[in-house]
């Protein structure tokens, strides 16, 4: 069955949806996480036990090939460590998450995500729930 998400085709909607999708998730992994209540740069911040992480939340439903190509920038200027820590990138259609370091996205404007293959160039931040607990 696909994803809800999949037919949600404006991007403030499916926007607003795919970070519901990541409190959801980031509560259910024993984090608190949170909305700033004023325009950031962040989506979200994470807090456990008093680390404090600033968020970017990300989807996609862009197929290329077998991969899918997620946007990580804003209006075309990529996110800088000085504003956010991590990318969280959803790809819908497999219901995946990568937990991505900022720092590991190179200042490059969009990434390409391949959830079934194990070597992929951000596999070992698939599901990587973890490193906002470091």
């Avoid at 209006?75 to 800088?80: D, K, M, Q």
Wanted: net charge positive; glycine share 4%.
């Amino acid at each position: 069955m696909k994803s809800k998400g999949m037919y949600l085709r404006h991007p403030r909607i499916r926007g607003a949806w795919t970070e519901m999708r990541f409190v959801t998730r980031a509560t259910e992994e024993d984090l608190l996480a949170t909305k700033p209540f004023r325009d950031a740069a962040y989506d979200v911040a994470t807090d456990y036990r008093g680390l404090f992480c600033r968020v970017q939340v990300k989807s996609t439903i862009c197929k290329r090939d077998n991969s899918y190509v997620c946007t990580i920038c804003s209006n075309h200027i990529p996110y800088t460590p000085k504003e956010i820590d991590f990318i969280a990138a959803y790809v819908i259609p497999t219901d995946t998450w990568y937990i991505i370091p900022i720092k590991a996205t190179n200042g490059q404007t969009d990434i390409v995500l391949s959830p079934h293959r194990k070597t992929g160039k951000y596999a070992k931040y698939q599901e990587a729930w973890h490193l906002l607990k470091r």
